[in-house]
């Protein structure tokens, strides 16, 4: 049996450098937008004599618009309604915010009942492994206490 030839070898290229000029762009023109812009600015302009340049899209960024005053507001029947609902609301003390009445603070209660029911397990722990139970207790007492006093706010 006679031996089979090696496949030709494949060969890679990158792609070709020259891009696609979509615009029709000359590339012997001038790189300045400016010469054949007009002012104020029309919009955007089809013409094949100007290349765009980021700097000058840039440049055209830069330049604010003009600002014209804001037009003078006119009163009419619905503002007058909205300000007489308001100074109906205000005579009558609608607006006014009165004051809560602060309530009672469960905070206390729940430490209480978190820190009996803490120690009496870990007191049985203490019994069984005396040095862990110790450390326990300083721990849990200690943590809680942190926790209920410091870092949450008043429920």
């Keep these: 049996m ?25 590339r012997d023109e001038p790189l300045s937008l400016h010469e054949t812009q007009p002012r104020p600015d029309p919009g955007i302009v089809p013409t094949d004599k100007v290349r765009i340049d980021v700097r000058d899209l840039a440049r055209a960024a830069m330049i604010p618009p003009a600002a014209s005053p804001p037009a003078p507001a006119r009163t009419n029947e619905v503002h007058t309604l909205l300000r007489d609902n308001a100074a109906r609301a205000e005579a009558a003390g609608l607006n006014r915010l009165a004051e809560k009445p602060r309530r009672r603070s ?31 207790l300083i721990i849990y007492n200690l943590g809680l206490t942190w926790i209920m006093w410091f870092v949450m706010d008043d429920y």
Excluded: C, H, Q, W
Excluded at 112 to 128: D, K, P, R, Y
């Design 106 to 136: 469960r905070r206390k209660r729940d430490y209480a009942i978190a820190m009996i029911l803490g120690n009496a397990v870990l007191l049985m722990g203490t019994a069984i492994m005396p040095l862990f139970g110790i450390v326990g």
């Design 2 to 26: 006679p031996d089979a030839s090696p496949p030709p070898r494949k060969v890679y290229r990158f792609k070709p450098t020259e891009f696609e000029n979509v615009n029709d762009v000359r």
